[in-house]
């Protein structure tokens, strides 16, 4: 079955440690972003990427990076810079140049201890 | 700026009630108009969707009529269930655009036996 899997679901880490959340598709889609949100929120847009090797910021790229070395995999690093990581992060996919629906993972809750 | 604004919730409702989840935006040009649904701890799933003025989208019971005049999106369905308790999230965004989607703030429906 094609679709975009996150890992892990849940995840701790202490004050002043980088973590790094996962993200495939096996879409095929060119097109791949991070979202955070937060409760009573909606989603907000960290990074995108277009294309193999290139990406852009979003709204909230302040305390995150990201890389896309190949085309199935868009993974996400929360910094230490990240004031305020707890949260539920949900990776999409989508298809260009038809920019149709975007198609999104499980999410990753990721909790700051 | 683009921007789409929801109604609070939460929504609680009793089995079989009628809904409706008011949505409207902001847009410069002509969007594309979505809902997703986001069922507890889970990722967004497209519910519906619109790509031009007059079109309604349906799924599941669900419909939405994309107004330009009024600039809504307004989400309904003539008889809830129990199984729809969920946060339905409006957003919109332009096939010209880097396909970004803007989201509004959700809301949450729960739906009572």
């Known amino acids: 079955d094609g679709g975009i899997t996150q890992s892990p679901k849940y995840l701790f880490r202490k004050e002043g440690q980088n973590v790094t959340l996962s993200c495939e598709q096996n879409l095929n889609h060119d097109a791949m972003y991070w979202y955070r949100q937060d409760p009573g929120q909606g989603l907000r847009l960290i990074y995108y990427?277009?294309?193999?090797?290139?990406?852009q910021k979003g709204d909230i790229a302040e305390g995150y990076s990201v890389s896309r070395e190949k085309k199935e995999s868009f993974p996400l690093t929360v910094t230490s810079a990240q004031k305020n990581p707890t949260a539920f992060y949900l990776c999409a996919s989508q298809d260009l140049p038809s920019y149709n629906e975007q198609f999104f993972g499980p999410g990753t809750r990721l909790t700051v201890l | 700026g683009n921007s789409v604004t929801q109604m609070e919730g939460p929504v609680t409702l009793s089995e079989e009630a009628f809904l409706t989840i008011n949505c409207t935006y902001t847009a410069t040009g002509y969007p594309s108009l979505f809902w997703y649904v986001q069922y507890p701890g889970e990722g967004l799933q497209l519910l519906l969707k619109?790509?031009?003025?007059?079109d309604k989208g349906s799924n599941k019971g669900f419909e939405a009529t994309y107004r330009k005049e009024t600039t809504s999106f307004h989400l309904e369905k003539g008889s809830v269930q129990v199984s729809d308790s969920a946060v339905y999230f409006c957003?919109?965004?332009?096939?010209?655009?880097?396909?970004?989607?803007?989201f509004g703030q959700g809301t949450t429906l729960q739906v009572k036996p």
């Open positions: 957003a919109l965004f332009f096939s010209s655009n880097t396909g970004k989607l803007i």
């Open positions: 990427s277009q294309i193999v090797n290139d990406f």
């Open positions: 619109a790509t031009k003025a007059d």
